[in-house]
């Protein structure tokens, strides 16, 4: 069975620190991995995607790997600020499929 | 370019109603996949459509639940009879084909309350 797994369910931190959320698949037959981010009763908003050829994707202050034969990704955030609290979504595209699998997401608190 | 346009956002529906939830994807996007999040749960893919075609419902409810994505308008989530376990909020996203960029991106969603 193809899944996505999401560890820490919720990260506390303060202000300023540099933090990793991470992502785990069962199958390393992917085609991409996506990074969201969803704030409380909104939509998702991507952040990066990796193709399966990629190792890393980075945009500001996020950098995003992926390591296919340990099956797993792991998004960095750089001196994290208030406004970077909400919850970020891993999702993996199957080689098999064409839809997003979605790990259950990572809550994160940045506190001022 | 405006975004994925998902209406309405809101939506209250007492049991045995129906639901319509309409989604527009990005200009010269012909790809649109719908997700649910039932309250505190993951998303879960339900369908993948092309203009006309119905391409993969693998995650749909076999009962009371259909979707469209006509040649002209926007992409159709019909709910039929709606139970209070259809409570979700449900998104929209388009990416312009299968393979390029393959970038799904995603509306506000539509927040559906069964009462």
């Known amino acids: 069975k193809q899944e996505v797994t999401q560890i820490p369910a919720a990260l506390s931190v303060p202000e300023g620190e540099n933090l990793v959320l991470n992502c785990s698949f069962t199958d390393s037959a992917i085609y991409n991995l996506q990074w969201f981010r969803q704030d409380p009763g909104k939509g998702l908003t991507s952040l990066l995607l990796?193709?399966?050829?990629?190792r890393e994707q980075t945009s500001g202050r996020l950098n995003a790997s992926l390591d296919k034969s340990s099956g797993r990704s792991t998004l960095y955030i750089a001196a994290s600020q208030p406004g970077d609290s909400a919850t970020y979504l891993c999702a993996v595209r199957y080689n098999a499929g064409n839809m997003l699998t979605f790990g259950g997401g990572t809550r994160l608190m940045v506190k001022p | 370019n405006a975004g994925v346009m998902q209406n309405p956002r809101h939506l209250v529906r007492r049991r045995g109603q129906e639901a319509r939830l309409r989604c527009s994807p990005m200009k010269g996007h012909s790809h649109v996949y719908w997700y649910r999040q039932l309250p505190e749960e993951g998303l879960k893919f339900m369908v993948y459509l092309q203009k006309e075609n119905i391409i993969d419902e693998s995650g749909m409810p076999k009962e009371r639940f259909s979707a469209e994505f006509p040649k002209e308008g926007p992409s159709i989530l019909r709910i039929q009879q709606v139970v209070r376990g259809d409570s979700a909020a449900y998104f929209c996203?388009?990416?312009?084909?299968?393979?390029?960029?393959?970038?799904?991106?995603f509306g506000p969603g539509t927040r559906l309350t069964v009462t």
């Open positions: 990796i193709q399966s050829s990629q």
């Open positions: 996203a388009s990416s312009p084909n299968r393979d390029s960029p393959a970038e799904q991106y």
